[in-house]
């Protein structure tokens, strides 16, 4: 299994700029550091990744014998010396830079979220590799005690998204470790701006597939939920994107899905045979009452939830007619067992690490496969099995989403800390589950009782 750290930071990038403490007297530096040049970094430091599923929103590399702390989800990043007030914080920001304009805009926002004064003709504008932009500002904070403090800000972008760095510290820690934080710098990586990111795809790839379409073809869309939708296919974007990430050729991938509508014979697997269907088992959880008006095969689980089979294709995931299992012959707990099977027969799954802020102790995983089938993995035994020898005690889990499956390991602490995000927003997700907070034993999931 993989897995990725999960720290979460006390503030954003805006909230560090914005914070309400008294900054003290505040100037832009007189000579503003120029935009590093992107180099490789030295051998032996450390690389952290940060991702959005499989698409890799940028990359850095630090020395060894620094601290680190990551937020959750991976974004951002906090780097320091060991014993040294410094500090290297970097967040990606989805939104796209248009050209130096749009990096000075930036900054220009940020600076004023600190109370900087700023001019725009300051700031220190180069290229950033082949795609991107890149700027630079600095600014110094007096304290009334006589200590100072510099704030250096490099913000990097193309038409994807953009990358804001912060490096701050007391002013002469800061020089001694200027090199090293130049080189962290200088070997940020961001992705080509010719490769669409996750938010730009569907988008994208909807306008072509219309763009593509004959005068009589039925049109494409995006549905409320995000789904892409023609006539009564529903393309599952997170699988179409992997594929679109390894092509990267996006007409490849509109090509995939014009046979997909045209063909009947993918348009379902209704009428096949069940040895030809039952590795294309998965499952998924859905509440019982949002299921109640569809009549498909569903088991019932404790705390008015239900166990989905659904069939897997390489675009979508298809809920199966109840009619189905009859023509198969098979009880629906059969076809649930046949799918939990498959789904915990996977090779891998990605867990985003879960540690206390003050101790890095490890306290769980936030499962995050970004496949769809997140809360069918909590009926997989091998994967209980595993999370409880990796935390070393009995599991309990929250599932507010489909999509946001936490598993801690079982304390009074996990409990409280796990029913708090169970509440948060919970029925404003795509698809809520719960609200409480689950036992998971081997005897299957259970809501506590309190």
């Known amino acids: 299994m993989s897995v990725m750290r999960g720290n979460r930071l006390i503030s954003t990038i805006r909230d560090l700029l914005g914070r309400s403490s008294d900054p003290g007297q505040l ?21 952290f990744r940060c991702m959005a599923g499989p698409y890799e929103r940028f990359s850095i590399h630090y020395p060894r014998n620094w601290d680190s702390i990551v937020g959750e989800g991976g974004d951002p990043i906090h780097v320091s010396p060991q014993g040294h007030d410094i500090s290297v914080t970097v967040s990606a920001n989805s ?21 900087v004064g700023f001019a725009r003709r300051t700031v220190a504008v180069d290229r950033w590799g082949d795609d991107g932009w890149g700027g630079s500002w600095a600014w110094r904070e007096q304290d009334p005690d006589g200590t100072s403090r510099t704030w250096r800000m490099l913000v990097l972008g193309h038409d994807q998204g953009s990358l804001i760095a912060m490096v701050n ?5 800061l020089a001694r470790h200027a090199p090293q934080c130049d080189e962290v710098l200088a ?19 909807c306008e072509l597939l219309n763009d593509r379409r004959g005068r ?43 046979l997909q509508a045209t063909s009947p014979s993918q348009q379902s697997f209704q009428g096949r045979n069940w040895e030809e269907v039952h590795d294309r088992l998965r499952v998924v959880l859905r509440r019982q009452d949002a299921i109640a008006e569809l009549d498909i095969i569903s088991v019932p689980l404790h705390g008015g939830l239900a166990a989905c089979p659904v069939l897997d294709s390489d675009t979508q995931i298809t809920f199966i007619p109840s009619e189905q299992a009859v023509h198969w012959g098979i009880e629906p707990r059969a076809v ?13 799954v990605n867990l985003i690490e879960m540690r206390d802020s003050d101790t890095d102790r490890l306290r769980g ?58 509440s948060n927003n919970y029925t404003k997700r795509a698809r809520p589950l719960s609200d409480e907070v689950w036992l998971w034993t081997e005897s299957g999931l259970e809501p506590l009782e309190y």
């Open 27 to 47: 100037e832009a530096l007189a000579e503003i550091p120029p935009v590093p040049l992107p180099a490789e970094a030295s051998p032996g430091w450390r690389n």
């Open 95 to 115: 939104e796209p830079i248009l050209g130096p304009q749009g990096i000075i805009d930036l900054i220009e926002g940020m600076a004023q979220a600190r109370g």
């Open 169 to 173: 510290g007391e002013d002469q820690a």
């Open 187 to 205: 070997s940020l990586v961001l992705p080509p701006a010719d490769l669409l990111a996750p938010q730009a795809f569907p988008l994208a790839l």
């Open 216 to 258: 009589d073809e039925p049109p494409w869309y995006l549905d409320k939920e995000g789904h892409l939708r023609c006539n009564d296919v529903v393309v599952r974007l997170s699988n179409i994107y992997r594929s679109y990430l390894q092509r990267k050729d996006l007409d490849e991938v509109a090509a995939l899905l014009d």
């Open 336 to 348: 649930l067992t046949r799918a939990v099977a498959m789904l915990d027969s996977e090779a891998s």
């Open 365 to 422: 995983f936030r499962i995050a496969a970004d496949d769809g089938y997140d809360s069918g993995r909590l009926l997989c035994p091998s994967l209980r099995i595993a999370l409880e020898d990796a935390l070393e005690g009995p599991l309990v889990v929250a599932m507010p989403g489909a999509r946001a499956v936490m598993v801690l390991r079982d304390c009074e602490e996990s409990r409280r800390l796990l029913k708090g995000a169970a």
